[in-house]
């Protein structure tokens, strides 16, 4: 392939002026919210998951504690009390700016838009009794990524600081007509491929239950923010982790879903190769069933009509009537978890063989660092150049991160054409080969292996700047798996003491051993996820929600 490297002018201006501009515009979306938020302690503390309690009002906590599906039912006058659009949006806005404060987790606030909108919803309940759609007067958050008409959609990016959105996306269009408002957009990384988001525009999020941590990414500000009960569904995109490993790291749900099923027109990246490895759009969520209600309620608008790339597949339930058969990959033969993941995942066996109907077997992975081999490489096909060039075309620094992924990553350089489809021609025999093998592995008395239960990541939320294994999400992005994080517990540093009799499986697996430290990880969520076959999106949910259902996790 010939290199496509853009000849780029001398910024107009310095890049700190232009992230100056940025933090102002948003530091004054936040200040807008009313009544106004007091002084926070200083300095804050490592872990600020108490503060919300001590500021916000019992009323705004109340709401903002609710579920979607109980925020639903109060915005529409299902439940005892019916919840204006107005009170609940002013409860979440206010809990958000309270975040924003406590961990950088919002780029803007849409305050003006989303009251008036807000009020025009409580008119027309008011008016004919009745409301606009299944998500009426229901908050959501939006990574930044996704575009808003009229609004900045820089990716992150300092030389697209003045990137105008012209339209809203289309996910966005079908949420907005089924009634949802709304109120924050959230903060994502530089280039959009990092496990962290940390960005020269906006700064570093941090991770509410311990500052030193990440927040994850690429979809981290739609985590913490989520984590801090500020938003209850916010969409973010997935291509290696970046909805799973913020869910994870903040104690939220998340849905990588199957590519091609929740429309992605609309949203800004400059990054080559996207059709290579899908970059998805899915929800993040304070319950499992908030995750049903977004996908039930994009699907039921068939956007495959407008967006022929799409599957025309329907959201359609899946109820669980016969035995289920769960494997567990305890690792990928790669990394070895560290103990606090180890530990639930023994508690999840033990829990899950209790039950009636319920065979519990051992995954033994298939060839998981040929995967990452192979998904690294299609990443950037282009070799970075067309990030790179972005970054100087500001003379915006690059971030640690973003050299690891482009830079220090031996897969990645610039493809001719036929190596492209060499690799191309891999990820699709790969990809065969692990269905093949999924199959395989079901022909027994006991049947299909119906989901994986597996880490999301190889510890608890990593220390800044460390987040360089994207294994155990990633596999599924190159497989185009649906996979559905949950949280089970919190890392304690007694239970979860720094001991290991096995040997080394990788040098990979040493240097994330090395980063393991009880007490940094005290008191951090732990998370799981599973995972379905291509297109088994509403199966995976129906298991999660059924064993959410008989062993009642988080356990405590």
């Known amino acids: 392939m010939t290199s496509t490297k853009r000849k780029t002018s001398k910024p107009k201006r310095p890049w700190q002026d232009v992230a100056h501009e940025a933090q102002q515009y948003r530091d004054r979306t936040v200040a807008a919210v009313r009544p106004e938020l007091p002084a926070l302690p200083s300095p804050l503390p490592r872990n600020v998951m108490a503060i919300p309690g001590q500021i916000l009002s019992q009323r705004e906590l109340y709401i903002t504690s609710l579920s979607v599906s109980c925020l639903l039912d109060a915005l529409a006058g299902r439940g005892v009390e019916r919840i204006t659009a107005v009170d609940v949006i002013n409860a979440f806005l206010r809990r958000a700016a309270l975040a924003q404060r406590l961990t950088n987790c919002v780029t803007e606030l849409l305050t003006t838009r989303a009251l008036g909108r807000a009020k025009e919803l409580d008119d027309y309940f008011e008016k004919h009794g009745k409301t606009v759609g299944p998500l009426h007067g229901l908050p959501i958050s939006v990574k930044e990524q996704i575009g808003m008409a009229g609004l900045g959609l820089n990716a992150s990016f300092v030389a697209l600081w003045d990137k105008v959105a012209t339209e809203d996306a289309h996910v ?69 982790g970046s909805i799973r490993s913020p869910a994870a790291n903040n104690g939220i749900y998340g849905l990588r879903p199957s590519a091609f099923r929740v429309p992605t027109d609309g949203w800004s990246s400059v990054a080559c190769g996207v059709d290579e490895i899908a970059t998805v759009i899915g929800p993040l969520s304070s319950s499992l069933s908030g995750i049903e209600i977004l996908m039930q309620t994009v699907l039921s608008a068939r956007p495959w009509l407008t967006e022929p790339a799409l599957i025309p597949m329907p959201w359609t339930p899946f109820a669980i009537t016969g035995p289920l058969k769960i494997a567990i990959m305890w690792h990928d033969d790669v990394v070895l978890p560290h103990p606090p993941i180890t530990r639930v995942l023994k508690s999840m066996a033990s829990a899950m063989q209790a039950l009636e109907n319920v065979t519990v077997v051992d995954w033994k992975p298939y060839l998981h660092d040929e995967a990452w081999a192979i998904v690294s490489t299609l990443y950037y096909p282009d070799g970075g150049v067309e990030d790179i060039d972005m970054l100087e075309s500001a003379d915006e620094p690059i971030l640690p991160l973003t050299r690891w992924i482009i830079q220090d990553n031996p897969c990645v350089r610039e493809l001719s054409m036929q190596e492209l489809n060499y690799w191309k021609e891999e990820r699709e025999a790969y990809r065969k080969e692990y269905a093949q093998y999924w199959h395989a592995t079901s022909q027994s008395d006991s049947g299909e292996v119906d989901v994986i239960l597996c880490p999301v990541g190889p510890g608890c939320a990593p220390k800044h ?40 499986l990788s040098g990979q697996d040493k240097m994330n051993w090395d980063l393991y430290e009880p007490e940094t990880f005290d008191g951090v969520p732990i998370s799981l996820q599973l995972v379905a076959r291509r297109c088994e999106d509403e199966k995976l949910l129906a298991v999660a929600k059924w064993l959410q259902e008989k062993l009642e996790f988080p356990f405590r």
């Open 172 to 240: 966005l269009q079908i949420l907005h007509n089924a009634g949802a408002i709304f109120h924050a957009r959230t903060a994502e990384p530089q280039t959009m491929m990092h496990l962290e988001t940390s960005s020269n525009l906006y700064g570093r999020t941090v991770n509410p239950y311990n500052s030193d941590l990440s927040s994850g990414g690429s979809s981290g500000g739609e985590g913490a923010l989520g984590g801090l009960g500020g938003t209850v569904l916010g969409l973010g995109s997935d291509v290696g």
């Open 465 to 504: 700047e460390t987040a360089k294994y994207w294994g155990y999400t990633s596999q599924w992005n190159l497989l185009d798996y649906p996979a559905v994080v949950f949280p089970v517990g919190k890392a304690n540093r007694e239970a979860d003491e720094k001991k290991r009799d096995a040997q080394w």
